[in-house]
Structures are given as C-alpha cells and as structure tokens.
C-alpha cells in the first residue's frame, strides 16, 4: 500500500491543525477532565512528532562528509541513536564504511536505493533509531521521495550530505530537489581554488574519467 506523500499545503495545514488543537486544550470554555487533557495532549505530541531534514552540500573537497560525521558524532553525545548509510555505488575508501578525506570513518549500511535500509537494518534497529545519516546522496535515485515520507510519518532527523552539481555545474542527482523539503540547508566551499590557490572553490572540476565517462578524480576550483 503506497503512502501518500505531504505536500507543502497539507503541511501547512497540518501546522493550523495543531495550533487549532492547542487553543481548544488551553482556552476550551468547556470544562475537561485531567484524562480529556492527558488525552488531547498525547494527541498534540504525536501529531507534532514528525521528522526534520538537514542538507549539507558543496564541490568535491569542501567536508561534506566530515560535516555529516561531525554532526553524528554531536547527535550520539547528545544520547541519540545514529544509523549510517551511503550509496553502494561509493567504493573509493571502503564498501561499508563512511569515510572522510582526512581518513575518519564510521562503519555503515551501503544501499543501491534507500527503501532497502529498513529490512538492511531490521524492524527492531529501525524503530529504535533516531538519526539517519546519508552519505554520497547524488547516487541514491530515491533521495528525496524516501526523505521527504520518512521525516512526514517518523519522528526521526536526516541528515543528508552529497554534491550539489557535476563538473559542468549542472545538477548532480537529486540533491537539489531536496532543497524545498528541507529544515536546514548548508553549502560548503571546497577548500581553496586547486587552479588559482587563492580563493575559495564554489565548483568541481573532472580531471580523470573512464571510458564510461564516470568520473575518478576530481579536484576543488573556483572558476565560473
């Protein structure tokens, strides 16, 4: 059975719900009992515990990764449980970890599409889960339609780091289409200009690619 997927309307109108909810618990000029106000107050939390989206993004060599375990290693000192995930495509440093190009790693899930990660986890992981991190998001095909679900019917945050846009600075994936679901949007610069060595690098630029033109080797660089 296909859930059905918010619009930006049903959530606002899920927002004027809540807030309508509310006035009636607080300012109801009905008298109610302590359980009817237990109860409306269960309601309010649960309908207000919905998930959060976070985006980081930027060229090759800008952190994006570091950012990401950065923020997960906050998210676990705060007590909260991380799962870890990337695309299977993502084989340069390992095949099951997240690893930054300072050489940090975290062990992690590796997925071709994120709706496998639930049964990769397990019911009992998942449920117990509050942070889903994702790495290299470019390549994951399902990137926003699993977001945008998952944060709409859990109340679960996911942080999300990938590339903003290709060598060509065109769109890379489907990163940029998660920008109006998201909370919070953070662009990274890659570092400084690998051509000039001046100023920062707002771009990727391909060096080396295959014969398949998939690209191996990229570096950081400011031209427009």
């Given at each position: 059975m296909l859930e059905q997927v918010r619009t930006p309307e049903a959530r606002k109108e899920m927002r004027q719900n809540i807030f309508k909810q509310a006035s009636v618990v607080f300012k109801s000029e009905t008298p109610s009992t302590l359980e009817e106000d237990r109860q409306h107050m269960l309601e309010l939390k649960q309908m207000s515990q919905r998930g959060r989206i976070e985006l980081i993004m930027g060229?090759?060599?800008a952190?994006?990764?570091t950012e990401l375990l950065d923020r997960v290693a906050e998210e676990e000192a705060r007590g909260s449980r991380v799962a870890l995930v990337k695309s299977c495509k993502d084989k340069r440093y390992s095949e099951d970890e997240i690893v930054s190009h300072d050489g940090t790693a975290r062990r992690c899930d590796?997925?071709?599409?994120?709706e496998e990660l639930r049964q990769v986890m397990g019911e009992d992981a998942w449920s117990e889960v509050d942070v889903i991190a994702v790495d290299e998001a470019q390549f994951i095909p399902d990137l926003v339609e699993w977001?945008?679900?998952?944060?709409?019917?859990?109340?679960?945050?996911i942080i999300v780091a990938g590339l903003n846009g290709d060598f060509q600075r065109r769109r890379f994936g489907p990163v940029l289409d998660l920008i109006p679901l998201c909370d919070s949007v953070t662009k990274l610069t890659g570092g400084t200009c690998s051509g000039c060595g001046e100023a920062p690098a707002l771009f990727s630029m391909r060096i080396v690619a295959d014969k398949d033109d998939r690209v191996l080797v990229w570096l950081p660089l400011r031209l427009r």
């Open positions: 060229p090759m060599f952190g994006k990764t590796a997925v071709s599409e994120l977001c945008e679900r998952v944060a709409d019917t859990e109340p679960k945050k």
